[in-house]
């Protein structure tokens, strides 16, 4: 195991969460401002990544779009602390899904009624591996360092979708710049205002209602469960230099856990330009 050379010791999200605070509408979440302690989150953003380290040598792709690094270049990569390797490493561990399925066990039954059957083994049982790492798992999980790159147009770098149809649980830690004062960058959360109908992962404007808003704010996380309910977004963000920072978690199955209806012909025919903007939008 990797040990941190540092005093601080990594932080363990979901360790000290009650069940009672885990919400279930419109879908199941939590969330929660000042997620660590004010010393850790200053060493942690202290210690975050450049846009650089996260390129890695790659030609920024564009204004307000996704980059980001994964738990398997992390962990290999001497330029990060100690203390986030240390915080990557946990949070693709047995122990840290463990507090997983004690907050969320019964909503993934609920959700997924026939998936540990699929499994073969309750969720509480099921083998982990860090995403990207050889050998036998049930879920993958992954721990990213995430970057949306500078705006130069105001616009959203996720509209209301779902997660892909393999991931069963995800979450976000915010590290917004103190530098960055424009508007926007928010997690949506979103209602159906009619049975799920989606183009691929996206759904239209008109399908849905927003009902919270969680600000992208320094120290913050939010963490749901995945399915066709879960419809998030990004609100728009303005025009600035300052790139959106935060720390994705992934819990990934080796098939998917639901399939999005679609659109049928006529529909798509009907809808045909807002069609044509999610399709194009359909980046991951």
Known sequence: MLAATVEQHAPHMLESVRPEEV?????????????VPADVYRQLEAEFPSLETILNGRAEPGSNIAVRL??????????ISPLWREFFEYHTSQEYWSHVTRLFGNQLRS?????????????????????????E???????????????????SV????????????SALFYFRDPRDNVSGGDFDIYRWRREPRFIKHRSMDRDVELVKTLKYASNSYACFVNSAKAIHGVSPRGITDIP??????IAELPFKAFEPKQLNKLQQIWYS????AAVQDDKY
């Open 23 to 35: 919400i279930t509408e419109p879908y199941t979440h939590y969330s929660r401002q000042n997620a």
């Open 244 to 249: 959106r920072r935060y720390i994705n978690f």
């Open 158 to 169: 996720k509209t209301p979708h779902v997660d892909l149809c393999d991931k069963i649980f």
């Open 111 to 135: 959700e997924f009624p026939d998936l540990e059957a699929k499994v073969g083994r309750r969720f509480e049982d099921w083998r982990v591996k860090p995403r990207g790492f050889a050998g």
């Open 137 to 155: 798992a049930d879920i993958r999980l992954d721990c990213q360092f995430v970057m949306n790159t500078p705006v130069r147009q105001v616009t």
């Open 70 to 79: 994964t738990v398997k270049q992390v962990l290999g990569d001497r330029r």
């Open 273 to 276: 330009k807002e069609v044509g």
